[in-house]
């Protein structure tokens, strides 16, 4: 399976940015999550989501300003980030997790794309 992301880019403090995730073969079985990783800092988790779309978790940093969804048909995942902050600055990873659930660890999932750059300027 292989996982592209896009959607990355160079937005100001406050603005909205909208990653999208496609996936080479279905992944309707998996669940999919979201991670970052900063220059300098280890890859964490951002958000998550099992392979029904309703269980749905995410970092505290990030709860109430990003909304993970996925569209099945279009073998797709989005993250859509709003209210953005300097901090958020990273590579975005999306990855596919081994189980029908989505948990936090970067060795539950099996899959992982490119990544895609956000950076969040002041």
């Known amino acids: 399976v292989q996982l592209q992301a896009c959607g990355g880019g160079l937005v100001q403090a406050g603005g909205s940015l909208r990653l999208s995730c496609r996936a080479s073969?279905?992944?309707?079985?998996?669940?999919m999550g979201w991670f970052r990783q900063a220059p300098g800092k280890e890859r964490v988790f951002v958000a998550g989501?099992?392979?029904?779309?309703?269980?749905?978790n995410y970092a505290d940093s990030v709860k109430g300003r990003f909304t993970i969804s996925r569209e099945y048909a279009a073998n797709t995942m989005y993250l859509q980030m709003n209210s953005l902050k300097p901090e958020d600055t990273a590579v975005y990873y999306c990855?596919?997790?081994?189980?029908?659930?989505?948990?936090?660890?970067?060795?539950?999932?099996?899959?992982w794309g490119h990544g895609t750059q956000v950076t969040v300027s002041s």
């Open positions: 073969r279905s992944s309707s079985n998996n669940g």
């Open positions: 990855a596919r997790a081994r189980q029908a659930v989505a948990g936090t660890g970067a060795d539950q999932y099996i899959y």
């Open positions: 989501i099992s392979w029904n779309g309703h269980y749905i």
